[in-house]
């Protein structure tokens, strides 16, 4: 059992944390005076998720002077936070704003990508975020963790660069070896580096910091967790590109400088959303690993998302599984796809409603300079699941 004692809280010259494997005894002493001593009521057990940042905590740390009362750290009134959590929250305060903003951008695309299925990343008002649906080990659950990591990445690595942050700047990145000898590397660039070894630290801490039963499901969860968490942070790293720029005189171009971008967010969310498409279905062992669960299948590398539950099928409301079921919602009668009323609807059918649009339209230019409209109304028909 000595390896799953974990204790995550040395913190590096550099600002990496450190792992530390540490015998039982250290481990009760050390990591319980770190980890639990400041975390106020850290025993508890702890219902909430981290993405809460970007939900709940987005306004802590937009307004801060808000929420200091007295000596009270802002970390421990945020819910959602792990004990280890809240201990690197109140390390690098001035992180967690950028953590709430890359949970928020993760949860935004996901709502985004996920926008015409029966599961559309819908949000609930506390700390769980996404409510008990997420206690499954489903896909859903594997692309909401992975596209929450990717944003803190991609929040902090953008961070450093804007110079926000005290402990990291610009990407040290070294050139590639296939750029133009003439160009230069060396313009400001993207810190995914540091943004990568940020969120591997303060995301995964969690997971580190509970010693399941090896073998068990719930080991199984934290391991598909931990899983589809370095998916998502190796996302945007896998996204990110180098740019150049011109400069010199009217555009003559006689000076090129180069540095590492990162991609817009949409081309990390339709990245994740093919690796959800072809998710691999795992299983626990008895050794405590992961392994597949059908053996004809290919053993999914860290860029593949993985999944231990079959989803449910999120056709109707049911409160203990925090599903919201689909009715009422809108639907395509000519699509064949997820958003097409057949399947949104599970079979149930669909309410019709006809309303009119009104819009500007045969607009005419004239010269110069005023465009004119006319007003047509269109008939439309709104379909709606039963
Ligand atoms: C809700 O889901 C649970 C778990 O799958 C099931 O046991 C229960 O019967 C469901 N309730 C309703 C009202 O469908
Ligand atoms: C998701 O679906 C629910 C109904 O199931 C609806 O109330 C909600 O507005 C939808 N959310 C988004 C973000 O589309
Ligand atoms: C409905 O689906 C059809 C076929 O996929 C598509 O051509 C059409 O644009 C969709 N309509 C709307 C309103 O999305």
Redesign the pocket.
Known sequence: MKEDLWCYVKVNQDHSFERRRLDTISYLLICWLLLFSSAGKAAAPNLGTWMNLGVQGYEVWRNPQLYVVGAQPLCTQIPGLSPGQSKLCQLYQDHMGFVGRGARQGIAECQWQFRNRRWNCSTVEDSTVFGPILNIGSREAGFAHAIAASGVVYAVSRACREGQLSSCGCSRASRPKSLNKDWIWGGCGDNVEYGYKFTQGFVDIREREKNYKRGSLEQGRSLMNLHNNEVGRRATIKKTRVTCKCHGVSGSCSLVTCWQQLSSFREIGDYLKDKYDGATEVKVNKRGRLQVKNPSYAIPTANDLVFIDESPDYCVQNQTLGSQGTSGRPC??????M??CNLMCCGRGYNTQKTTIKERCKCKFHWCCHVECKTCIRNVELHTCK
Request: glycine share 24%.
């Open positions: 395509n009668r000519t699509s064949d796809g958003d097409g």
